[in-house]
């Protein structure tokens, strides 16, 4: 399976302020996606990073708050937008390979101050 | 969105024990997932099933395919305490798009 990286692995930030996350890929992939997970909650899909075109945005998440960028096909940047407290999360990229299996990476916990 | 109905919520076992859980749905899934995420790590996939009926074996941990589609059980066999975490499911619905729905996940405590 494809070996995923992110940046930063934690980071604690103020309330008003943008986090950029950074998710890398070893190999080419074609569907990258992003999650959030609050605490002691499950995962909930943020939306799909599609290489050359907009992301696709699940109900609940506008693009304004988590801009998103597919550069290529092996990385993406999730954007967390004027950040106040319950946006503290972990923040995860996955990518799908065969079938419908997805692989995710370490992830990125952001504590909003 | 869609969730599965994951149980039990949590588990406290004794080394050695054996583990089962579950995960349904009122929708039919051609794809069921199982991930253990550890603290502080991403979700680990640990078994991928694609039919009904099927039964999948990784080392101690078997998971099957319910026959109607619609549900999906993990069993772990003689647990030691490295099976501390948290487990999900998750699943690919029929005519579906390439989301995945994801249970709530049971966290598993094991007692050396």
């Known amino acids: 399976s494809a070996v995923i990286s992110q940046k930063p692995s934690r980071d604690i930030c103020q309330r008003g302020t943008s986090l950029t996350i950074q998710c890398q890929v070893d190999s080419q992939v074609t569907m990258m996606f992003w999650y959030r997970q609050q605490p002691g909650q499950s995962l909930t899909l943020i939306a799909t990073a599609n290489q050359g075109s907009e992301a696709t945005y699940e109900s609940g998440f506008v693009i304004d708050k988590f801009p998103i960028s597919r550069p290529n096909l092996t990385f993406s940047t999730l954007t967390v937008s004027n950040m106040s407290p319950e946006d503290s999360s972990i923040y995860l990229c996955?990518?799908?390979?065969?079938?419908?299996?997805?692989?995710f990476g370490p992830g990125t916990r952001l504590t909003v101050t | 969105g869609q969730q599965l109905n994951q149980s039990p919520q949590s588990m406290f076992i004794q080394e050695g024990e054996d583990v089962s859980m579950n995960c349904t749905s009122s929708?039919?899934?051609?794809?069921w997932l199982w991930y253990k995420q550890e603290p502080g790590e991403g979700p680990v996939l640990l078994i991928a099933?694609?039919?009904?009926?099927e039964l999948t074996s990784n080392g101690r941990l078997t998971a099957q395919f319910g026959i109607t589609r619609k549900d999906s059980f993990l069993n772990i066999s003689a647990s030691i305490p490295s099976d501390v975490g948290i487990y999900f499911c998750?699943?690919?619905?029929?005519?579906?798009?390439?989301?995945?729905?994801f249970g709530k996940g049971t966290k598993l405590t094991v007692n050396p």
């Open positions: 996955s990518v799908r390979e065969r079938s419908y299996e997805q692989y």
């Open positions: 099933l694609y039919k009904a009926g």
């Open positions: 929708s039919i899934f051609n794809t």
């Open positions: 998750a699943g690919a619905r029929q005519g579906g798009s390439e989301k995945l729905v």
